[in-house]
């Protein structure tokens, strides 16, 4: 088995799998079954002054058969008392002494903070997370993202902790913010010793439209709330990827957002994460996920020849370029499998109407107008027409020297690697920077002599 445990600027856990500061890591009880069940390690829901909480506090959108694509909260910090909580985390500690117990805090003047620290570290915590994140109810009352978004503010709450703290301090962010990159440094600047990120994305879910109030409903009315799970993911790892390989943030980072799968895990640790944390995931099918998160991440370093996290950590990130730096001259074309195509006809409305018109099915020896055409409204396409293993002359074919590579078809193929795309001879690499170098492109910045 390869080495899973972390050491996280000097918080140890027995994995990279963390319960994110949330329901799930709400109590004693919650934190002891998911320690149990394999999570290496839980940031406690966060803890401040007690508030009320309103009910209803949650909102989903399903995409097509998948519950729960995106998660919406306006839930606050934590409704229970500091005591009990602290009583909590005292107990966890001492049956999981190996585990990681991150306590998550949120509150107001410098000495709120000193004191709030001091009895978190008293129960044992090993570390700290500074909530900067949160995008409703708290940043009303001068916390959270209200925080999150003043770089220089975030840097000066940081740095009074730090005065405080024993124990590292990880600084959460909001991805509610231009520059990811700002609230970063801000950070780094403060004296933090690590970075969370997202926190969820300021939102408003959907609308009720019977009685025109959005959702979740608190009876005539709603706020906008918090957007999480898998949706996210991807601004998530846009955001991680852009502090992890800026040079001047050296302090590990712990990545949040949409995680679901070992898979998910695996990529935001390619990106430079050091710990992953899941909220949505637990909250929708309960702490077991763990075990497939442990045994897909343990077999894909097997088959990589990885011997630890650590291995991974990072490879992915100077591959992450920007679009200027990338090869104008590499060229794919999509190639339809005709032993796997079940003539559903869905290539050729993407490509036809979609993108670049080079996708037809009928005689090959001219370009026909496509077959299939489905009503512009429709949000997702029908199920695919199965007319057997072989679709006859059903079988679209692509006008290769058209096609751009754009992949569409290839993305709304229901048959998987059915269409594949194949790389073209290449010219010698060219970049967008080397024509703008060579004055065959314009400068960037718009106005030149
Ligand atoms: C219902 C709910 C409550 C949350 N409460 C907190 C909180 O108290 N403190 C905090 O830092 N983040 C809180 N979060 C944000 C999560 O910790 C996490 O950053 C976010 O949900 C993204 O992860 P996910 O996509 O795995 O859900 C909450 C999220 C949800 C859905
Ligand atoms: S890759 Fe794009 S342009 Fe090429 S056939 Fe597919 S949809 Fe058309
Ligand atoms: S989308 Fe795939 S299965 Fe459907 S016609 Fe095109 S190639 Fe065949």
């Known amino acids: 088995m390869a080495d899973l445990s972390i050491d996280f600027c000097g ?5 990279p799998f963390w319960l994110a500061s949330a329901p799930p890591a709400n109590s004693g009880d919650q934190v002891m079954r998911a320690f149990d069940a394999g999570w290496g390690g839980a940031v406690w829901k966060t803890l401040g002054d007690p508030i009320v909480n309103v009910s209803s506090r949650f909102g989903a959108v399903d995409y097509s058969n998948a519950k729960m694509m995106g998660l919406n909260n306006i839930e606050l910090i934590t409704d229970r008392t500091l ?18 117990v991150i306590a998550s805090l949120m ?16 129960a044992g915590c090993d570390g700290l997370e500074l909530n900067f994140g949160c995008p409703h109810g708290m940043c009303e009352r001068g916390m959270g993202s209200s925080v999150g978004q003043e770089p220089k503010l975030l840097a000066e709450i940081t740095s009074w902790t730090k005065e405080f703290a024993k124990t590292p301090v990880l600084v959460k962010l909001t991805p509610n913010t231009g520059d990811i990159l700002e609230p970063g440094l801000a950070a780094v600047a403060g004296g933090g010793d690590g970075i969370s990120l997202i926190n969820t994305i300021k939102s408003i879910i959907g609308i009720d439209l019977d009685r025109m109030v959005p959702i979740p409903r608190v009876g005539t009315g709603s706020s906008n709330g918090g957007y999480c ?3 996210v993911k991807p601004i998530a790892l846009h955001m991680v990827a852009a502090l992890a390989r800026d040079p001047n943030i050296k302090i590990p980072i712990s990545g949040i957002g949409g995680i679901s799968t070992w898979r998910d895990a695996a990529e935001f640790i390619a990106l430079g994460c050091t710990s992953v944390q899941v909220c949505t995931a637990v ?3 309960g702490f077991r ?3 497939d998160l442990i045994d897909g991440l343990d077999r894909f370093l097997n088959e990589q020849g990885m011997k630890s996290v650590m291995d991974l950590r990072g490879r992915a990130i100077d591959a992450y370029k920007e679009w200027g730096d990338l090869d104008l001259n590499y060229k794919v074309v999509a190639k339809i499998d005709a032993n796997k195509c079940i003539g559903c006809q869905l290539c050729v409305a993407a490509c036809q109407d979609g993108a670049h018109q080079c996708i037809f099915t009928g005689p090959n020896d001219q370009k ?9 409204d429709m949000a997702i396409a029908p199920k695919p027409q199965i007319v057997g293993k072989i679709a006859g002359n059903r079988v679209p074919w692509v006008d290769e020297p058209e096609c751009v590579g754009c992949n569409l078809c290839q993305l709304v193929c229901p048959v998987d690697g059915c269409i594949t795309m194949a790389e073209m001879p290449e010219d010698k690499p060219e970049t967008w920077n080397d024509r703008v170098a060579q004055g065959r492109d314009k400068q960037p910045g718009g106005i030149h002599d």
Request: overall charge positive; glycine content about 2%; aromatic content about 8%.
């Open 289 to 291: 996920i763990v075990r």
């Open 107 to 122: 509150t107001e003047t410098k000495n709120d903070w000193k004191v709030l620290i001091k009895k978190v570290e008293d």
């Open 11 to 15: 918080i140890k856990s027995p994995n």
């Open 283 to 285: 909250m929708h099918y």
């Open 368 to 376: 026909r107008p496509p077959q299939a055409h489905y009503p512009n």
């Open 229 to 231: 799970g898998p949706a």
């Open 83 to 100: 005591d009990a909580n602290l009583r909590e985390i005292r107990e966890v500690k001492k049956r999981f002494p190996k585990h990681a």
